[in-house]
Every structure is written in C-alpha cells, then in structure tokens.
C-alpha cells in the first residue's frame, strides 16, 4: 500500500481534511475467498523550513553578508537563527583561516589577520568564508560573509623634548 503522489501535512486531500486516511484493503484469493482489513494511515508534520541566519548585516535571511574589523583582533561576529541550529563552516577562499563555534556561534580568526601582511586566498584584507547553519531536522541555510581588515594605527608616538611646552601643537 503506497500514496499515488507523498502527502504533505499542510495540504492535505483526504475527505475529512485532517491528518488521517482510513483505507480499506480487500483480499480475495483463488476461490473467490474475501478478507478485508481497514487501515488508518494518520500523517504527522515535518519541519521543512530552513533556518534564518542573522548575520553581520542584520537583515535575517541574507544570502551574503559583510563585516569589517580591526586588524590583530580574532572574534568577528557571532551569528544567530530562528531556531536551534548547529553551526559550521560551508566552503569560501578562506574557509581554513577561521573557524565558528559549532554551538555559539562565534566566527573567529585562527590566528589574528594582520593588515600590513594580509593573508587572504587573494592577498588581500577581504576574507570570504560560507556559514551554514543546520538545524535539528537536519534543514541548512548559507550565508556567504566577506570580512574585511581595517589598518589600525600602531606607530607609539615619539617625544623630540623633555620639555611638555616644546611638544605641543
């Protein structure tokens, strides 16, 4: 016994319009011997919506997404969704210089960027890296993030005198 076509819990076709399909199956074997059984089939929901990632944009549901961040900094951002999800990292050029806490969801630099020396699959600032979050029916959604490395000034100062009035300007 098979549906001609799946049901889908939203949309149900059966007469009484609820989530259960009584069938009744009749046997009739050589002798013209007839058996019958009725069958209930009841149809229980699955979740089938993906998760909605809230990323560094801040719009929920965005496909791509940009953040930028001082340069010698790990922590970029830490994402969000609709539901309970479990997050990981889903391809990009720069996939293997981060990392995102599975729970958290923290995406962070495995090693702090430096903009004088970018290490970018293009030698750039700009790192782009695929965020997936999977939620516990197993349902995904992307999000393409670009980081980008702003220069943060670290030359100290020099004073030319000991003096506080020969320094001013």
């Known amino acids: 016994l098979s549906f001609r076509s799946a049901p889908d819990y939203e949309n149900l076709s059966n ?10 199956v009749l046997a009739i074997d050589s002798s013209d011997n007839t058996s019958d059984q009725t069958v209930i089939i009841s149809i229980t929901d ?16 965005d496909a791509i997404s940009s953040i930028s961040i001082e340069e010698e900094h790990t922590a970029v951002h830490t994402f969000t969704a609709d539901e309970t999800v479990t997050w990981s990292l889903n391809g990009g050029n720069d996939q293997s210089l981060l990392t995102i806490d599975s729970s958290t969801g923290l995406l962070a630099f495995t090693t702090a960027p430096n903009y004088e020396t970018p290490g970018s699959a293009f030698n750039g600032n700009d790192y782009v890296v695929v965020i997936k979050a999977t939620d516990t029916t197993g349902n995904t ?18 004073l030319s005198s000991s003096s506080p009035s020969n320094n001013a300007t």
């Open 46 to 61: 699955v979740d089938e919506e993906t998760p909605v990632i809230t990323g560094p944009s801040g719009s929920a549901g």
């Open 141 to 158: 959604a992307d999000q393409t993030v670009t980081v980008s490395v702003t220069d943060v000034d670290e030359i100290a100062p020099t």
């Open 15 to 24: 007469t009484g319009e609820d989530s259960s399909y009584v069938v009744t």
